[in-house]
């Protein structure tokens, strides 16, 4: 169902990659809700991914970007805003990737060569989108821009490894960017933290079914799939919540504020019989 929150709105959404994805759900649901938008991925990601289909399927056009690039991600927004004809309402950055967690290096045997990319493809890559939107004024006053994150960020989740720390980053990023944008142009920038999702990104990380099940057992309300997050972003995107910045948003059906249930209990003492 559309309620018209995003009417006549601009956007950009970073990686989608196939209908798994949850910036995948958020490009399909923002339309939908009225905007108009652009997708963008690395080229091999719009090579070998679904993102053209998508493109094709919501009219919007495809833009290939590194996004630890600034020139790649100055003409993204450059060119989005031509396409688009105005300057971007709303933007999501759902980007994340650690080659130590691809190549199965435990947490106290990192590579530092791969840590720095997990650092900057999952982290820095944000403050370079933020730094090059903000120095072309790129978004709109009272614009939306909104990081997806997880709770490993403030928890020890063993096997999520060197991307903890990417998203501790990300987090202290959206807040320090967060002042600066909102001061010079009413920009609200948030994370959200979301439930285990089943994503591809996702599917890598190391226990991420015995996780996901978990935190099923733990969270009151179960865990928020993607279209539930994608639901979130469209208020948080929308002028409903024009005066919330700053924040790590918890998206994840109450697991952040249970310490245990009785569901996760019984789970565990009929492991110990």
Same mark, same amino acid.
């Given at each position: 169902?559309?309620?018209? %929150? #995003?009417?006549?709105?601009?956007?950009?959404?970073?990686?989608? !990659? &196939?209908?798994?994805?949850? $910036?995948?759900?958020?490009?399909?649901? $923002?339309?939908?809700?009225?905007?108009?938008?652009?997708?963008? &991925?690395?080229?091999?990601?719009?090579?070998?991914? =679904?993102?053209?289909?998508?493109?094709?399927? #919501?009219?919007?056009?495809? /833009?290939? $970007?590194?996004?630890?690039?600034?020139?790649?991600?100055? &003409?993204?927004?450059?060119?989005?805003?031509?396409?688009?004809?105005?300057?971007?309402?709303?933007?999501?950055?759902?980007?994340?990737?650690?080659? &130590?967690?691809?190549?199965?290096?435990?947490?106290?045997? *990192?590579?530092?060569?791969?840590?720095?990319?997990? #650092? +900057? /493809?999952?982290?820095?890559?944000?403050?370079?989108?933020? =730094?090059? $939107?903000?120095? =072309?004024?790129?978004?709109?006053?009272?614009?939306?821009?909104?990081? *997806?994150?997880?709770?490993?960020?403030?928890?020890?989740?063993?096997?999520?490894?060197?991307?903890?720390?990417?998203?501790? %980053? *990300?987090?202290?990023?959206?807040?320090?960017?967060?002042?600066?944008?909102?001061?010079?142009?009413?920009?609200?920038?948030?994370?959200?933290? =979301?439930?285990?999702?089943?994503?591809?990104?996702?599917?890598?990380?190391?226990?991420? +079914?015995? #996780?996901?099940?978990?935190?099923?057992?733990?969270?009151? !309300?179960?865990?928020? +799939?993607?279209?539930?997050?994608?639901?979130?972003?469209?208020?948080?995107?929308?002028?409903?919540?024009?005066?919330?910045?700053?924040?790590? !948003?918890?998206?994840?059906?109450?697991?952040?504020?249970?310490?245990?249930?009785?569901?996760?209990?019984?789970?565990?003492?009929?492991?110990?019989?």
């Amino acid at each position: 169902m559309s309620y018209n %929150l #995003l009417k006549g709105k601009r956007g950009i959404i970073f990686g989608a !990659l &196939n209908d798994q994805s949850i $910036a995948w759900k958020v490009a399909e649901r $923002a339309v939908e809700e009225g905007a108009t938008i652009t997708l963008s &991925n690395t080229a091999v990601a719009v090579r070998m991914g =679904q993102v053209s289909e998508l493109g094709q399927k #919501l009219n919007c056009e495809v /833009i290939p $970007a590194d996004a630890t690039s600034l020139e790649d991600l100055e &003409n993204v927004f450059k060119k989005s805003m031509e396409v688009l004809g105005g300057k971007i309402d709303f933007v999501l950055h759902s980007i994340g990737m650690s080659p &130590n967690v691809r190549k199965g290096r435990d947490y106290d045997d *990192l590579n530092y060569d791969f840590l720095n990319k997990t #650092l +900057d /493809i999952s982290a820095i890559s944000f403050h370079k989108m933020l =730094q090059a $939107a903000k120095k =072309q004024d790129a978004i709109a006053e009272e614009g939306s821009v909104l990081a *997806l994150t997880y709770i490993a960020a403030q928890r020890t989740f063993c096997g999520y490894n060197d991307m903890a720390d990417a998203k501790s %980053l *990300l987090e202290s990023i959206a807040r320090s960017f967060g002042y600066i944008y909102g001061r010079s142009s009413k920009v609200r920038v948030n994370t959200i933290s =979301q439930s285990p999702t089943m994503t591809t990104a996702g599917q890598g990380v190391s226990g991420m +079914d015995k #996780l996901f099940h978990f935190a099923e057992k733990l969270s009151p !309300l179960g865990n928020a +799939d993607a279209d539930d997050c994608a639901n979130y972003c469209m208020v948080m995107f929308s002028d409903l919540t024009k005066k919330v910045t700053m924040q790590n !948003l918890y998206h994840d059906g109450g697991f952040s504020s249970v310490g245990m249930s009785d569901d996760a209990i019984e789970v565990f003492e009929k492991g110990l019989e």
